[in-house]
């Protein structure tokens, strides 16, 4: 018997001694050299080798700003890969370097494509916002962060260009011809800023001075958007791809009522069914006319509006087979949606948005249409960042495996600066590299996504 407990006892310490050495072992220079290459780990691979060289620390979702405790699912829990992490820190670094003295960045003019240096064009509030939204993503906030100076003077820039725009003017700046106005819509600046604002509010206590200033501007910016809103729901001003600021304006609403900033439900209400009168379910085709005639721009744009209400209808139907009322293998369905407590107005709004979102995510996934319009422009990247928040938002099974996908997609042309530039139409670095990072930093508020603004009988 003692022998036997002798090798008992040699067995447990043999364990812990190699578990001891597992968690003992740190990514440092030594074994970063015997990692394999950014472009050689698959998606399986991925999810073993992984840091989190992100803080965790006050995340808060982009386009969606998340108040309150948010549930934990493992579905929406993914760590950082490590040679994404390593992405993410190159681009960051290089777009410190490029903010201007004003706090600024600058997305280039429509009429001066080629040029690359973020440096000598002027700074835009569309550009700036997008750069803060990607800070904010990546672990920095007012008060935290290796780059929260930068968030400041960029959050500083962009409430000074509210605050001093006249109230009834359509955008908050008087430039004009800037890239993303050109290809997206003339109007983009006060989308995107408002977009950004109303994820910047979350870090500031009721206390903070700061508060009712962001908030101030976030209304300012609430009415533009609302006045910009033409009477089929799309945003006046639309240019190349109109439909991407159409449903940016969407979710910048929808940011803003999460935020506590009073939103005409009339306004919202027009601006969604624009984005799902775009599928058409029935004849399996999509509208492109404000798309560039680009499959991808309309799809994408139709799959992000309609997230939230495809998965308030799918967790509807969870409950209420949870509940008795329908059975395992029911699906979601008016009818089903009347069963599980559900107005038959409200069960036929839902059962038509999760049938656009199936539908739209469905063919924002397919290869031909991931090509866009034949090349990466800013467009493409934006709408990579609509297809995966909107599979997160959903509740897609399937975004995982979107993710690491597209993070080997965007590693394979990530510039060795650390930069991302477009082939195409918005070609600028500073825009296209702060987009990147949105995509590539999306892990980071999978779970506030998930779960914006929901309260489920599931406790998800």
């Not at 082939?423 to 508020?445: E, K, R, W, Y």
Request: aromatic content about 6%.
């Amino acid at each position: 018997m003692k022998k036997n407990h002798l090798i008992v006892v040699a067995l447990v310490l043999l364990a812990c001694s190699a578990t001891f050495a597992v968690f003992s072992l740190q990514p440092g220079k030594s074994s970063e050299r015997k990692m394999e290459s950014r472009l050689e780990l698959s998606p399986e691979k991925q999810i073993d080798a992984v840091v989190d060289p992100i803080p965790k620390e006050e995340k808060h979702c982009v386009f969606k700003t998340v108040f309150g405790d948010k549930p934990v699912d493992s579905l929406f829990v993914c760590a950082i890969p490590m040679n994404v992490g390593k992405s993410i820190e190159e681009s960051l670094a290089w777009l410190a370097t490029a903010q201007q003295k004003n706090g600024g960045w600058g997305g280039g003019t429509h009429a001066y494509q080629e040029n690359m240096d973020p440096l000598a064009t002027p700074s835009d509030p569309a550009s700036t916002a997008m750069v803060g939204l990607a800070l904010l993503r990546c672990g920095n906030t007012p008060n935290e962060g290796k780059y929260h100076t930068h968030l400041n003077k960029a959050a500083a820039y962009l409430l000074m260009m509210v605050e001093e725009s006249p109230k009834e003017t359509a955008n908050i700046t008087s430039q004009t011809g800037t890239q993303p106005q050109v290809k997206l819509g003339a109007n983009i600046d006060v989308v995107m800023t408002s977009q950004f604002l109303t994820n910047l509010v979350a870090h500031y206590s009721d206390e903070s001075a700061m508060k009712p200033r962001i908030k101030k501007c976030i209304e300012k910016c609430v009415y533009k958007i609302e006045r910009n809103t033409g009477h089929n729901g799309s945003s006046d001003g639309g240019s190349w791809a109109g439909v991407l600021q159409s449903s940016f304006a969407v979710n910048a609403l929808q940011s803003a009522e999460d935020a506590g900033v009073d939103v005409q439900d009339s306004v919202l209400n027009r601006a969604e069914q624009y984005q799902l009168d775009a599928v058409d379910v029935q004849k399996n085709e999509f509208r492109t006319d404000d798309a560039a005639g680009i499959v991808l721009y309309s799809v994408t744009s139709s799959a992000r509006s309609s997230a939230f209400d495809a998965r308030d209808a799918k967790l509807a139907i969870k409950a209420a087979k949870k509940e008795g009322k329908l059975k395992e293998q029911d699906e979601v369905t008016k009818d089903n949606l009347v069963k599980s407590g559900y107005s038959e107005t409200e069960a036929l709004r839902l059962s038509s948005a999760f049938a656009v979102n199936e539908m739209a995510t469905g063919k924002a996934m397919q290869s031909d249409v991931i090509s866009g319009f034949g090349n990466n422009g800013g467009e493409e990247f934006l709408s990579f960042l609509q297809t995966g928040e909107g599979m997160i938002m959903s509740h897609s099974t399937e975004w995982k495996n979107w993710y690491f996908d597209t993070c080997n997609r965007l590693m394979q042309i990530q510039n060795k600066d650390g930069s991302w530039n477009g082939h195409h139409c918005i070609t600028s670095p500073v825009f296209c590299t702060a987009t990147c990072l949105l995509i590539l930093g999306v892990a980071n508020d999978a779970n506030d996504l998930a779960y914006s603004g929901v309260v489920t009988k599931t406790g998800e």
